[in-house]
């Protein structure tokens, strides 16, 4: 079938300001964006540039905004779309050339809450530690992300305030401070307590709608605030 794509494009040896182009590209119905947006770069205007990697919704990188909604490029069925399809660059962040943002002030929030484990304390028989399975469900959730950067785009907090910390770096420190074999959690609770964290979210839901993989995002964030409140998890 023939679909009409609008894309936004820029330039910025050439251009002044984006502007959309019309391109027709040819594909199946279980085609996903992505095949379409390949069909116009290897067909039509190899210029066009956009990141992608994995094609199955693994690595993150094509996130974008699709007919208006915040979607990962290769995981949204041509079929499920109205023509034409209209695909921007994600908001809140620089744009470096056509579908390509500057991700550097997202992934400044993802640094601030150290998202990595934290235990000084040796390891029992020097081998491992150990959790239960009710200890480890607590935060499954959240290990689900991809920072594809669909949620912190979508926040109209973000939109407005790139040191907003975000909902992206709230579920990756939901992640650890639940962690029954972290210990940083107290450290990263002043964090989130501070001027650019989780009390700056108005539970506007976006986050949420927009993950593609449906992780609770405000619920998280609910509950790192109620860490916050009763000093820990
Ligand atoms: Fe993407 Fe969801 Fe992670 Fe946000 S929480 S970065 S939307 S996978
Ligand atoms: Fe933004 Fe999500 Fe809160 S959209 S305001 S972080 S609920
Ligand atoms: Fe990897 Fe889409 S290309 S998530």
């Not at 540039?49 to 041509?78: F, K, P, Q």
């Not at 040796?122 to 009710?134: I, N, W």
């Amino acid at each position: 079938m023939r679909v009409t794509l609008r894309i936004m494009r820029f330039d910025p040896e050439k251009d002044s300001k984006p502007h959309f182009e019309e391109y027709q590209a040819e594909v199946e119905p279980t085609d996903r964006v992505l095949d379409a947006l390949n069909y116009v770069k290897w067909h039509i205007d190899g210029t066009l540039t956009y990141r992608r990697s994995c094609a199955h919704g693994v690595c993150g990188s094509d996130a974008m905004l699709i007919n208006g909604r915040n979607r990962l490029a290769c995981r949204e069925l041509i079929k499920n779309l109205s023509q034409p399809i209209t695909i921007e660059p994600i908001r809140g962040l620089p744009v470096i050339k056509d579908l390509v943002v500057d991700m550097e002030p997202f992934f400044a929030g993802y640094r601030a809450v150290k998202p990595y484990l934290i235990n000084d304390e040796p390891v029992p028989d020097g081998r491992e530690r150990l959790q239960s399975p009710e200890e480890r469900e607590r935060f499954d959730d959240t290990t689900r992300c991809i920072l594809c950067a669909c949620c912190t785009t979508s926040c109209p907090i973000f939109w407005g305030d790139e040191g907003y910390i975000g909902p992206a770096a709230f579920v990756n420190a939901h992640r650890f401070i639940f962690d029954s074999r972290d210990r940083g959690a107290a450290e990263r609770l002043e964090i989130l307590g501070g001027h650019e964290g989780v009390y700056r979210c108005r539970t506007v839901f976006n986050c949420t709608d927009a993950c593609p993989r449906d992780i609770k995002v405000t619920r998280a964030i609910q509950e790192i605030k109620r860490a916050i409140a009763l000093g820990g998890p």
